[in-house]
């Protein structure tokens, strides 16, 4: 698909001069020489980049800026003018414009211009495409109901008001910690939508590596460091990092993540200049930090700087109640995801077979549960036997019976005679059937000759 420029320039001769030499590159162009419904025209047709001179009759390119920002037109701007000073230059780059050229250009000049515009907007879609794309992941509730929950959720928005720059979240793995950071950080950086969110997996780099990723260096600071780095502290200024499974890293790099926590800057590696830095830091941990301490695996100084705000996720297992919110939420949203509007819901047995699982696996495990389910099963009605049999055979979940099927006998913890179960069996089917024994052998599924053998063998011939 052609990239598509827009013109807008009174002077012809500029616009036939721009239009000839871009379409020569492969653009799809059109060409205006006057300002009236400019941006109308440019929404409507939707370019990639507009030129825009600024001395237009009517209405300045300025004014156009203005009109085009205002209706929030995606395209790159790109001015033309005449104005040699910087003045012009500066006021439409402080209204959006991605770059200008002055009058008179060269051809190559302009090229050069058109492809760097070309390449941030490309850029900027990327961005929103990916925003959009992994937008469920950020600002969402957790789902639940329970207790355990409506605590955390009230704990987590008083953290959130109070704009807490430090917070601990813990809890064991799949429970949803990452989740809880990320409604954090939409939440406190709700107005600025470009705040970057950075997530660091301290237990998946070795210490020499996540000491580099984490704080950055200098040109020449080792053998390797061929020009200088930022760090991620750094380049998560203006919005948050987390560090996720804190207790793995090592207790020469906490001591430098503490200096960093209290001083709020942060020093590469081989530098000498401390790099001031405005963040939220959030770590989570499945691992308990307190025994930790007391091991001298973990730093007493840094678990108490990050457990002076702390959030704990509750195990999928003692908030039971809320397994049916989360089956059915993850059901809607999987059944979108794969085009399975045929899937309706869960029977009783199934919500009970779900219930009565321990989720070893928490959240995690359920979601994944459900979305395996939808992908492979072709039902209206999601039954027990469309589970994993690990998840039925260790469910406490009464088992489904089919109908009219007879229940299962529970041997009692002091155990029982067989032979005064079997002889009361018999008597009893005897009673039933009024002492028919075709009828008694009938409702003990043996043959004639079989209760024949078993009445004489119990001394029941006599039983009436």
């Known amino acids: 698909m052609k990239e598509k420029i827009y013109i807008v320039d009174d002077d012809e001769l500029i616009s036939m001069m721009l239009s000839r030499a871009l379409k020569s590159q492969g653009y799809e162009i059109r060409a ?15 370019p990639d980049v507009v030129m825009l001179d600024v001395k237009l009759p009517g209405k300045s390119g300025i004014e156009i800026l203005k ?8 395209a790159q701007v790109i001015i033309l003018t005449a104005d040699d000073t910087a003045e012009t ?29 070309l390449e941030k907007e490309k850029l900027r879609k990327e961005v929103n ?13 957790i789902v639940g109901g329970s207790l355990p929950i409506r605590e955390l959720k009230d704990k987590t928005a008083k953290i959130i008001a109070a704009r807490v720059s430090t917070i601990l979240i813990t809890g064991e793995s799949g429970t949803g910690k990452e989740l809880i950071a990320r409604n954090i950080h939409a939440n406190i950086h709700g107005g600025d939508k470009y705040a970057p969110f950075i997530r660091v997996n301290c237990a998946a780099l070795p210490d020499t590596l996540l000491e580099s990723e984490l704080f950055g260096y200098e040109k020449g600071a080792f053998t390797d460091a061929k020009s200088e780095k930022k760090g991620l502290f750094e380049m998560a200024d203006g919005g948050s990092i987390l560090l996720d499974e804190i207790g793995e890293m090592k207790p020469t790099l906490q001591s430098k993540l503490l200096r960093v926590i209290e001083e709020r800057a942060v020093r590469r590696i081989g530098g000498k200049d401390e790099i001031p830095i405005d ?12 025994r930790a301490v007391e091991t001298e695996q973990f730093r007493m100084d840094l678990f108490y700087r990050l457990n002076a705000f702390s959030l704990h996720v509750p195990a999928l297992r003692e908030r039971t109640e809320d397994i049916r919110l989360l089956a059915n939420h ?7 995801k794969y085009n399975k509007g045929n899937i309706k819901g869960f029977s009783q047995d199934a919500y009970r077979v779900l219930s009565g699982y321990k989720w070893p696996g928490n959240v995690r495990e359920l979601r994944n549960v459900i979305e395996r389910l939808v992908v492979l099963e072709n039902t209206e009605i999601v039954e027990p036997d469309h589970f994993p049999p690990e998840i039925v055979g260790h469910s406490s979940a009464p088992r489904q019976q089919q109908p009219g099927a007879q229940a299962p006998f529970t041997l009692p913890d002091a ?19 009024r002492n028919n024994k075709t009828v008694a052998a009938r409702l003990l599924n043996i043959s004639y000759d079989s209760l024949r053998y078993q009445i004489k063998k119990y001394g029941l011939e006599d039983q009436n």
């Open 129 to 141: 495409y990916y925003r959009k794309f992994f937008s469920h992941l950020f600002g969402k509730e």
């Open 32 to 46: 205006d020489n006057k300002a009236d419904n400019v941006a109308e025209e440019v929404m409507a047709w939707n």
């Open 330 to 336: 993850f059901l809607l949203n999987f059944s979108a």
């Open 67 to 74: 009109e085009l920002k205002g209706m929030e037109v995606p």
């Open 89 to 117: 230059a500066v006021k439409a780059m402080k209204l959006g414009a991605a770059d200008y050229l002055t009058k008179p250009f060269n051809i190559d000049e302009v090229k050069i211009v058109i492809k760097n515009a």
């Open 279 to 290: 963040l939220i830091v959030m770590a989570t941990t499945n691992r308990d930090l307190a």
């Open 415 to 433: 155990g029982i005679s067989l032979e005064d179960l079997e002889r009361d069996l018999i008597k009893q089917a005897l009673d039933k059937s």
